[in-house]
């Protein structure tokens, strides 16, 4: 069992940033890829970030040189910080995790097997 609750969500004005967490509980040592997706009315998920504890990290093109990926062992959270962000940013934000190592797909959403309730991110102009 694995259970994940992101936070950190808000109103920023384009440009701005915030850093969403997911704190994690539960059967951690299990996990071994976590990541980021994103997701708007009428659209499917969309991967945005992803690490693995074989080192890879990965991002989507849109979010590249803006958000970071990266997490803390000893308080067992995952954290997306995001700067510059413009209103296409705006969705709700899930964390997810997976038992499964790999060093291709980890923004894939069918690859993760726990997620978390998301957290809404608006972005204004």
């Known amino acids: 069992q694995v259970q994940l609750v992101e936070s950190g969500g808000g109103s920023v004005q384009a440009g701005g940033s915030l850093r969403l967490s997911c704190g994690t509980s539960g059967n951690t040592a299990s996990i071994n890829s976590m990541g980021w997706f994103r997701q708007t009315p009428g659209k499917e998920r969309e991967g945005v970030a992803a690490?693995?504890?074989?080192?890879?990290?990965k991002y989507a093109e849109s979010v590249k040189g803006r958000f970071t990926i990266s997490q803390d062992n000893a308080k067992n959270t995952l954290y997306l910080e995001m700067n510059t962000l413009k209103p296409e940013d705006a969705a709700t934000y899930y964390c997810?995790?997976?038992?499964?190592?790999?060093?291709?797909?980890?923004?894939?959403?069918?690859?993760?097997?726990?997620w978390g309730q998301g957290t809404q991110v608006t972005v204004s102009s």
């Open positions: 997810a995790a997976s038992p499964a190592q790999w060093t291709d797909s980890l923004l894939v959403a069918p690859r993760y097997d726990f």
């Open positions: 690490i693995s504890t074989n080192g890879i990290t």
